[in-house]
């Protein structure tokens, strides 16, 4: 892996990182079903207006139907299912629990893409774990049914993503990364639309809500997105995952200055330990970059 690639993927983790205190903040107000479509309607009408001014094409009628299960799996139920789990949860939680997203990839590249399953990336993903287990200091937590349900759809949202992950690898394959982006949000606000409006409750306009929802739905999914499947053009979809092990890490500096969540000394070796995780899943190795120079 290349070094703009691993600055990119930093990139994205930092910018997701922020996702789960906004979470936090937006789903109590907005409802998870609602959230969840809002959020991808503000996605696709950002990508939307930039194929306008790019002159990009949509995708043709015939790739709606496969376009339409790519919305499913990396936005539509893990956006429900994160925005449920954020009405429960701590935003440290959430972000812990997302960084089981590359071990699904991984397994999801073995399964359909073919990719060797070796024992580099099966270290990768246990030091990662490992790593953001120490990352985040969770306080207790009552281990009542609504905790462990909520815990469960946090572990089914990082495996649509890891899953879903192999369909994005495809569409790249296909589409340009813009009209993909654009049509997987749009897909995502349509089929989420009924749902939205059934399980909407008394929507509380609160300040901070809007201004959480607006950023999620045009910088973390809308640009972050788009972003993502052009890197992913470039890199196995196992590697690209693999930004969730670095998610952790800034989301508990984005969780210490939205909710005032603590930082501990303690979380110094657990970013150590992503680091090397990342590294260990992309194959990027820093040391031999500095020996070409």
Known sequence: MHARHFLQLVFLSAV??????????????????????LRCALAAVVLSLLMRITRNRWPA?????AITLLSALTVGAPFVLFNWAGLVLPAGYS??????APLFGVIAGALFERERLTGRKLLGCA???????LLVRLGPVTPDWRVILAVLAC??????????????????????????????HVAGALVLLL?????APPVQLRPDA?????VLGTVTSGFMYWLSMRLMREIPASAATSSAFMIPMFGVSWGALFLGEPVTPGMVPGVALVLVACA??????PFRLLARR
Do not use: E, Q
């Not at 997701?16 to 789903?27: E, H, N, Q, T, V």
């Not at 972000?95 to 089981?100: F, S």
């Open 195 to 199: 749902p939205a409006a059934v399980a």
């Open 155 to 184: 572990t089914a949202a990082s495996a649509s993503y890891g899953f879903g992950a192999i369909l994005m690898k495809r569409a790249t394959m296909a589409h340009d990364a813009l009209p993909a982006s654009a049509a997987v």
């Open 210 to 214: 809007i201004v959480a929802l607006a």
């Open 280 to 285: 260990l899943v992309t194959g990027f190795n």
């Open 16 to 37: 997701w990182g922020a996702s789960f205190p906004l979470i936090r903040i937006a789903a109590p107000a907005f409802g998870p079903w609602p959230m969840a479509c």
């Open 95 to 100: 972000a812990v629990l997302n960084a089981t």
């Open 61 to 65: 009628r015939r790739h709606w139907p």
């Open 127 to 133: 030091v990662g774990l490992a790593g953001v287990a």
